[in-house]
Protein backbone atom coordinates (compact mmCIF):
# COMPACT_ATOMS: atom_id res chain seq x y z
CA UNK A 1 0.00 0.00 0.00
CA UNK A 2 1.01 3.49 -0.82
CA UNK A 3 2.18 5.33 2.27
CA UNK A 4 3.87 9.22 3.10
CA UNK A 5 6.16 10.32 5.49
CA UNK A 6 6.38 13.86 6.90
CA UNK A 7 9.32 13.72 9.26
CA UNK A 8 8.72 16.91 10.55
CA UNK A 9 5.65 17.32 12.57
CA UNK A 10 6.18 20.70 14.35
CA UNK A 11 9.20 23.35 12.71
CA UNK A 12 9.27 26.92 13.95
CA UNK A 13 11.19 29.54 12.63
CA UNK A 14 11.96 32.82 12.16
CA UNK A 15 10.99 35.29 9.46
CA UNK A 16 13.81 35.26 6.78
CA UNK A 17 15.08 31.69 7.25
CA UNK A 18 15.23 29.06 5.04
CA UNK A 19 12.94 26.39 4.85
CA UNK A 20 12.64 22.37 3.74
CA UNK A 21 10.52 20.05 4.62
CA UNK A 22 10.86 16.72 4.24
CA UNK A 23 8.54 13.98 2.17
CA UNK A 24 9.15 10.48 1.59
CA UNK A 25 6.49 8.05 -0.18
CA UNK A 26 6.50 4.94 -0.71
CA UNK A 27 5.48 3.21 -4.23
CA UNK A 28 7.13 1.57 -6.78
CA UNK A 29 5.13 2.79 -10.00
CA UNK A 30 4.59 5.92 -11.38
CA UNK A 31 3.01 8.75 -9.15
CA UNK A 32 2.47 12.01 -9.15
CA UNK A 33 3.16 14.39 -5.78
CA UNK A 34 1.66 17.52 -4.46
CA UNK A 35 1.89 20.16 -1.28
CA UNK A 36 -0.75 20.91 -0.06
CA UNK A 37 -1.22 23.81 2.60
CA UNK A 38 -3.83 24.67 5.26
CA UNK A 39 -3.89 28.44 6.51
CA UNK A 40 -5.27 28.38 10.30
CA UNK A 41 -9.16 28.06 9.44
CA UNK A 42 -8.66 28.01 5.62
CA UNK A 43 -9.42 25.24 3.18
CA UNK A 44 -6.80 22.48 1.75
CA UNK A 45 -4.80 25.07 -1.21
CA UNK A 46 -2.39 23.19 -3.81
CA UNK A 47 1.42 24.55 -3.33
CA UNK A 48 2.92 22.69 -6.06
CA UNK A 49 2.71 19.56 -7.61
CA UNK A 50 4.98 16.72 -10.17
CA UNK A 51 3.30 14.83 -12.85
CA UNK A 52 6.67 14.69 -15.20
CA UNK A 53 9.33 16.00 -16.14
CA UNK A 54 12.18 18.59 -14.81
CA UNK A 55 11.99 16.81 -11.05
CA UNK A 56 11.87 20.72 -9.66
CA UNK A 57 9.02 22.01 -9.62
CA UNK A 58 8.17 25.36 -8.54
CA UNK A 59 4.79 26.65 -6.96
CA UNK A 60 2.87 29.75 -5.47
CA UNK A 61 4.55 32.20 -2.89
CA UNK A 62 8.17 31.34 -3.31
CA UNK A 63 8.13 27.35 -2.74
CA UNK A 64 9.68 24.86 -4.51
CA UNK A 65 10.04 21.02 -4.70
CA UNK A 66 12.66 18.85 -5.63
CA UNK A 67 12.00 14.65 -6.69
CA UNK A 68 14.11 12.57 -5.77
CA UNK A 69 13.47 9.19 -7.67
CA UNK A 70 16.20 7.44 -6.15
CA UNK A 71 15.49 8.42 -3.15
CA UNK A 72 11.44 8.38 -2.98
CA UNK A 73 11.56 11.95 -1.70
CA UNK A 74 9.87 15.57 -3.01
CA UNK A 75 10.98 17.66 -0.14
CA UNK A 76 9.55 21.39 0.17
CA UNK A 77 11.81 24.03 0.42
CA UNK A 78 11.80 27.77 0.41
CA UNK A 79 14.80 29.80 0.67
CA UNK A 80 13.17 32.97 2.66
CA UNK A 81 10.21 32.64 5.30
CA UNK A 82 7.68 35.27 6.22
CA UNK A 83 5.04 35.20 8.66
CA UNK A 84 2.02 34.82 6.14
CA UNK A 85 3.65 31.20 5.85
CA UNK A 86 2.45 29.85 9.22
CA UNK A 87 0.18 26.82 8.09
CA UNK A 88 0.02 23.08 7.81
CA UNK A 89 1.79 21.42 5.18
CA UNK A 90 0.62 18.36 3.61
CA UNK A 91 3.03 16.07 1.61
CA UNK A 92 0.39 14.21 -1.30
CA UNK A 93 0.83 11.26 -3.78
CA UNK A 94 -1.56 9.04 -6.16
CA UNK A 95 -0.90 6.72 -8.79
CA UNK A 96 -1.00 7.67 -12.48
CA UNK A 97 -4.15 6.55 -13.06
CA UNK A 98 -7.49 7.83 -13.55
CA UNK A 99 -8.41 7.12 -9.94
CA UNK A 100 -8.06 10.13 -7.56
CA UNK A 101 -7.15 8.91 -4.19
CA UNK A 102 -4.76 11.03 -2.83
CA UNK A 103 -2.58 9.57 -0.24
CA UNK A 104 -1.28 12.44 2.73
CA UNK A 105 1.39 12.65 5.05
CA UNK A 106 1.00 13.36 8.69
CA UNK A 107 1.43 16.96 7.89
CA UNK A 108 3.94 19.46 9.30
CA UNK A 109 2.74 22.62 11.81
CA UNK A 110 5.08 25.60 10.70
CA UNK A 111 5.10 28.46 12.92
CA UNK A 112 7.03 31.51 11.04
CA UNK A 113 7.96 34.30 13.88
CA UNK A 114 8.05 37.61 12.92
CA UNK B 1 -15.77 29.86 -11.27
CA UNK B 2 -17.07 28.78 -7.79
CA UNK B 3 -14.97 26.09 -5.95
CA UNK B 4 -16.02 23.56 -4.16
CA UNK B 5 -18.91 24.02 -1.67
CA UNK B 6 -19.71 22.02 1.60
CA UNK B 7 -22.92 22.32 3.69
CA UNK B 8 -23.38 22.76 5.90
CA UNK B 9 -20.08 24.00 7.65
CA UNK B 10 -20.54 23.13 11.19
CA UNK B 11 -22.58 19.96 12.43
CA UNK B 12 -23.46 18.63 16.16
CA UNK B 13 -25.05 15.19 16.43
CA UNK B 14 -25.05 12.20 19.08
CA UNK B 15 -24.42 8.78 19.36
CA UNK B 16 -26.27 6.76 17.08
CA UNK B 17 -27.63 9.12 14.75
CA UNK B 18 -27.21 9.64 11.62
CA UNK B 19 -26.06 12.86 9.31
CA UNK B 20 -25.96 13.42 5.79
CA UNK B 21 -23.34 15.94 4.36
CA UNK B 22 -23.26 17.70 1.05
CA UNK B 23 -20.96 18.65 -1.71
CA UNK B 24 -20.72 20.84 -4.75
CA UNK B 25 -18.21 20.19 -6.72
CA UNK B 26 -16.59 23.32 -9.54
CA UNK B 27 -18.92 23.62 -12.27
CA UNK B 28 -17.32 21.18 -14.79
CA UNK B 29 -15.74 18.68 -12.50
CA UNK B 30 -17.12 15.44 -12.67
CA UNK B 31 -14.91 13.43 -10.01
CA UNK B 32 -15.68 14.11 -6.54
CA UNK B 33 -13.94 12.35 -3.41
CA UNK B 34 -14.05 12.77 0.34
CA UNK B 35 -11.55 12.38 3.12
CA UNK B 36 -11.73 12.58 6.49
CA UNK B 37 -9.31 14.52 8.32
CA UNK B 38 -8.62 13.94 12.48
CA UNK B 39 -5.72 15.42 14.49
CA UNK B 40 -4.73 11.46 14.94
CA UNK B 41 -5.03 10.17 11.67
CA UNK B 42 -4.50 12.94 9.40
CA UNK B 43 -6.40 12.96 6.13
CA UNK B 44 -7.78 9.96 5.18
CA UNK B 45 -9.36 8.57 2.13
CA UNK B 46 -13.11 7.90 1.76
CA UNK B 47 -14.34 7.07 -1.33
CA UNK B 48 -14.27 8.75 -5.08
CA UNK B 49 -17.38 8.89 -6.86
CA UNK B 50 -16.92 9.77 -10.75
CA UNK B 51 -20.39 10.10 -13.53
CA UNK B 52 -22.48 8.71 -10.64
CA UNK B 53 -20.89 5.61 -9.58
CA UNK B 54 -18.24 4.94 -6.32
CA UNK B 55 -14.80 4.39 -8.63
CA UNK B 56 -13.03 3.62 -5.31
CA UNK B 57 -13.03 3.28 -1.28
CA UNK B 58 -11.26 4.18 1.50
CA UNK B 59 -10.74 1.58 4.60
CA UNK B 60 -14.38 2.69 6.72
CA UNK B 61 -16.95 0.64 7.93
CA UNK B 62 -19.83 -0.02 6.28
CA UNK B 63 -21.59 3.07 8.29
CA UNK B 64 -20.06 5.47 5.77
CA UNK B 65 -21.87 5.80 2.43
CA UNK B 66 -21.97 8.16 -0.41
CA UNK B 67 -23.57 8.78 -3.61
CA UNK B 68 -23.73 11.09 -6.54
CA UNK B 69 -26.34 12.81 -8.69
CA UNK B 70 -26.69 13.19 -12.57
CA UNK B 71 -25.17 16.84 -11.79
CA UNK B 72 -21.81 15.64 -10.00
CA UNK B 73 -23.03 17.05 -6.79
CA UNK B 74 -22.47 14.62 -4.06
CA UNK B 75 -23.65 13.33 -0.78
CA UNK B 76 -21.67 11.40 2.14
CA UNK B 77 -24.17 10.00 4.53
CA UNK B 78 -22.84 8.65 8.09
CA UNK B 79 -25.20 6.10 9.79
CA UNK B 80 -25.13 5.25 13.77
CA UNK B 81 -22.69 7.69 14.70
CA UNK B 82 -19.89 6.94 17.03
CA UNK B 83 -17.37 9.52 19.24
CA UNK B 84 -14.57 8.65 16.64
CA UNK B 85 -16.61 10.29 13.80
CA UNK B 86 -16.16 13.90 15.17
CA UNK B 87 -13.58 14.92 12.59
CA UNK B 88 -13.37 17.65 9.86
CA UNK B 89 -14.90 15.51 6.13
CA UNK B 90 -13.30 17.50 3.26
CA UNK B 91 -14.36 17.13 -0.41
CA UNK B 92 -12.73 17.41 -3.15
CA UNK B 93 -13.71 17.12 -7.28
CA UNK B 94 -11.27 17.05 -10.31
CA UNK B 95 -11.61 18.14 -13.91
CA UNK B 96 -12.35 14.38 -16.03
CA UNK B 97 -9.24 14.64 -17.56
CA UNK B 98 -5.91 12.77 -16.23
CA UNK B 99 -3.73 15.21 -17.24
CA UNK B 100 -5.32 17.62 -15.37
CA UNK B 101 -5.11 15.34 -12.09
CA UNK B 102 -5.53 17.95 -9.27
CA UNK B 103 -7.85 18.26 -6.77
CA UNK B 104 -9.74 21.30 -5.36
CA UNK B 105 -10.88 21.20 -2.05
CA UNK B 106 -13.83 22.72 0.17
CA UNK B 107 -14.15 24.12 3.41
CA UNK B 108 -15.24 21.27 4.93
CA UNK B 109 -18.01 20.26 7.11
CA UNK B 110 -17.00 19.54 10.94
CA UNK B 111 -18.81 17.19 12.75
CA UNK B 112 -18.80 17.03 16.53
CA UNK B 113 -20.23 13.72 17.53
CA UNK B 114 -21.51 14.08 21.65
Known amino acids: AQSVSQHNHHVILSEAASLELGCNYS??????LFWYVQYPGQHLQLLLK??????LVKGIKGFEAEFIKSKFSFNLRKPSEQWSDTAEYFC????????????FGTGTRLLVSP | KAGVTQTPRYLIKTRGQQVTLSCSPI?????VSWYQQTPGQGLQFLFE???????NKGNFPGRFSGRQFSNSRSEMNVSTLELGDSALYLC?????????????FGAGTRLSVL
Open chain 1, 92 to 103: AVNRNTGFQKLV
Open chain 2, 92 to 104: ASRPSEIAKNIQY
Open chain 2, 49 to 55: YFSETQR
Open chain 1, 27 to 32: YGGTVN
Open chain 1, 50 to 55: YFSGDP
Open chain 2, 27 to 31: SGHRS
